[in-house]
């Protein structure tokens, strides 16, 4: 399953690979697996961006339990 | 400076493959340098779709051709408010208040009615009193499994 590659920043959400140890967004090093929903960024110009506070193009998830 | 066109495009794909193919599709946007891409969402509770938010028709086509367990783009485009319920599923919160009739729609103890004791935003969980038991009886459910009673 694609959910077990990928950890969750809960603090700002941001999908990160199960080995890193600290968000490559925020810094922060809590995390969870239990997510759903995917945003990926591509571009800064993104209007999904500016709606979700995103600082920079990533993968988010949308829901964060 | 480019023209500020955001559209949003739904694309079919096999069902349970939508993880999958958002993160096809964000490499080949990557690798071909397809800037008019701007974001590719993949909502959770919508099965065999992702939304795409680009300039044009023409530039989804080109993203998602040859692409595996991708069906096709949707006819039409998804309105900016269908967007805005996904993205933020934290609108139906505050509906909810401590003291608050409700009925709880999941669970075993689906179809009830209970009054909200405690409300945990931050973990989006709702403590409840049942009303219908014969005793007092405290349960914890998620806030999307309950939803406000009609008031008599």
Known sequence: MAKSVFKACKNCKALTLQEDAVCPVCGSSSFTDDWEGMIIILNDQSEIMQLIGAKKPWRYAINIK | METKIRNYYAIKVTGGQETNV???????????????????????????????????????????????????????????????????????????????????????????????????????????????????????????????SKKS
């Not at chain 2, 397809?34 to 779709?49: A, R, T």
């Not at chain 2, 509906?95 to 103890?109: C, H, M, N, Y």
């Not at chain 2, 973990?123 to 038991?133: G, M, P, T």
């Open chain 2, 22 to 148: 958002g993160l096809m599709l964000e490499e080949r946007a990557k690798t071909n340098n397809i800037n008019e891409i701007y974001s590719i969402i993949v909502p959770p509770n919508l099965k065999g779709y992702v939304i795409v938010e680009a300039s044009g028709p023409h530039v989804v086509k080109l993203l998602i051709s040859g692409i595996r367990n991708v069906r096709g783009v949707a006819q039409g485009l998804v309105p900016k408010d269908d967007i805005l319920k996904i993205v933020s599923k934290k609108i139906v919160g505050p509906s909810i208040k401590e003291g608050d009739l409700v009925e709880v729609t999941a669970g075993p103890f689906r179809g009830m009615q209970a009054q909200v004791i405690k409300l945990n935003a931050d973990k989006e969980e709702v403590v409840l009193n049942i009303l219908e038991s014969a005793f007092p009886l405290e349960v914890t459910i998620p806030i999307d499994q309950v939803k406000p």
